[in-house]
C-alpha cells in the first residue's frame, strides 16, 4: 500500500509540473528567437529610418534593423545580383517595378509609403539669386549638381523637370552628377556648384544650402516611395512585421517630421 501511495504521489508532481511549465509554442518560439532585417533603402530616408529604428528596437526588442542606404537604382543592381536583403524601399517607382517584373519581390507586401517634393538649392545665401528651375541657364551658373540620370530617381525627377522647361540640353552642358541625392546636397553645402536639384526632405536637413524653388508638380512624376520585402527573405515574418510597423502612427510621425507626407 505504501509503495501504492508513493507512486500516485509522483504521478500527481509530475503532472503538476507540466502543467504549470507547458511546452512552448511555435509561434512563441519564433517571436523570441532573434532575427536581423537587411533593409535597402534610397539615402533620402537614411535621417528618418536611422531615427525609426531606435523606435523599432521598443517595438521589437529581439529585432537588428541594419540598413544599407544607397541611391534607388544601384539598390536594385544589388538585389538582382543577389544581394542579401529583406525590404526594400525606393525613392521611385521604376525600380521597384524593374524587381516586380524579375519577380523578385513579394507582391502581396508592395504599398506606396511616402512622398516627397523635388527642390533647387544653392549654397547658404543664394548668392546668384536664383529663384526659379529655368535660373540654371544664366551664364553666371557655371555648374549644376544633380543625380545621375540613369540610376538615382533625384537624377530622373530632374530631368523630367528640366525637359518639361526645355532647357535640357543647356543643363546637360554645366552639369556633373553625384551617386546619390546625398552627394548632390555634400556639393552644394561645400559650395562645389552652384546649384543642385534634391528632395524637400534633404535640404530640410541643412543649414549650408537655402530653397530657391520647388519644382511645380506639373513638371515631373510623382515622388513615391514604395516599399516590399524581398521574395527571398531569409526573415519574412519579421520583414512583414517591419512594413507594417512603417504604416504605424508612430512611424508616421517620424516620416512627417523629416517632411515627407505619407502617401494616400
Not at 530640410?204 to 537655402?210: E, F, H, L, Q
Not at 524653388?213 to 515574418?237: C, F, G, L, N, W
Amino acid at each position: 500500500m505504501k509503495k501504492l501511495w508513493m507512486g500516485l504521489l509522483a504521478g500527481m508532481l509530475c503532472l503538476s509540473a507540466c502543467t504549470a511549465n507547458p511546452a512552448p509554442n511555435e509561434d512563441e518560439n519564433n517571436a523570441a528567437k532573434p532575427a536581423e532585417l537587411l533593409i535597402s533603402a534610397a539615402a533620402s530616408m537614411t535621417d528618418c529610418l536611422t531615427e525609426l529604428a531606435e523606435l523599432y528596437k521598443v517595438a521589437a526588442p529581439n529585432v537588428t534593423l541594419t540598413f544599407t542606404f544607397g541611391s534607388s537604382g544601384s539598390l536594385q543592381s544589388q538585389i538582382e545580383e543577389g544581394a542579401p536583403a529583406d525590404v526594400f524601399i525606393s525613392a521611385a517607382q521604376k525600380q521597384m517595378n524593374a524587381l516586380d517584373e524579375k519577380d523578385l519581390i513579394d507582391k502581396d507586401t508592395r504599398k506606396d509609403l511616402l512622398v516627397n517634393e523635388v527642390v533647387l538649392i544653392t549654397p547658404k545665401g543664394n548668392p546668384l539669386g536664383l529663384s526659379s528651375f529655368t535660373d540654371v541657364t544664366k551664364d553666371e551658373v557655371a555648374k549644376i549638381a544633380l543625380g545621375e540620370l540613369g540610376s538615382v530617381p533625384v537624377g530622373q525627377y530632374s530631368e523630367e523637370i528640366f525637359k518639361h522647361y526645355e532647357i535640357m540640353d543647356a543643363v546637360s552642358a554645366k552639369a556633373v552628377y553625384g551617386s546619390d541625392v546625398r552627394t548632390v546636397l555634400t556639393w552644394i553645402e561645400n559650395g562645389e556648384a552652384d546649384c543642385g536639384v534634391v528632395y524637400a526632405t534633404d535640404a530640410a536637413i541643412s543649414d549650408a544650402v537655402d530653397v530657391a524653388a520647388v519644382a511645380p508638380a506639373e513638371s515631373h512624376k510623382e515622388v513615391v516611395y514604395p516599399i516590399a520585402m524581398i521574395k527571398d527573405s531569409k526573415q519574412p515574418e519579421a520583414a512583414k512585421a517591419f512594413i507594417d510597423y512603417c504604416f504605424s502612427e508612430e512611424a508616421a510621425a517620424i516620416f512627417t517630421k523629416y517632411g515627407f507626407a505619407l502617401a494616400k
